[in-house]
């Protein structure tokens, strides 16, 4: 099997892996899945030459109009992610006003330092 039909297998797998709908319970080991694809791709890469046969370049154009998608649903997870984690610091700081509402507060409030003597 040539390099590029490897490359162009994995970036099916990377294909099919994005484009099913994102559980947020299951998103961890998608990324890992995704992340250990992406390093077999990368191995790989420097091992494509030239000159390439039709099939090849059929396989290359095929793995270019891929990666448009790959790239747009890695960008659409990393806002969900980035989304998700502004949700928790907002929670985290509700919860804390929550248990220590004066927290906040200043302790000057409401006292009167008289300066004449």
């Known amino acids: 099997m040539s390099t590029v039909k490897k490359v162009h297998t994995i970036t099916e797998q990377l ?16 990324i890992e899945q995704i992340t250990s694809l992406l390093e077999k791709r990368e191995d790989l890469l420097p091992d494509i030459n030239a000159p390439f046969s039709r099939e090849e ?29 502004i949700q928790l610091k907002k929670t985290k700081s509700s919860n804390q006003q929550y248990i220590n509402p004066y927290q906040s507060v200043s302790t000057s409030d409401g006292r009167f330092y008289d300066k004449r003597k």
């Open 57 to 85: 370049q059929a396989l290359s154009q095929q793995i270019i109009a891929w990666n448009k998608v790959i790239s747009a649903k890695f960008t659409e997870i990393m806002q969900q992610i980035q989304q998700d984690m």
């Open 15 to 30: 294909f099919q892996l994005v484009s099913e709908p994102i559980q947020k319970d299951e998103r961890d080991k998608l």
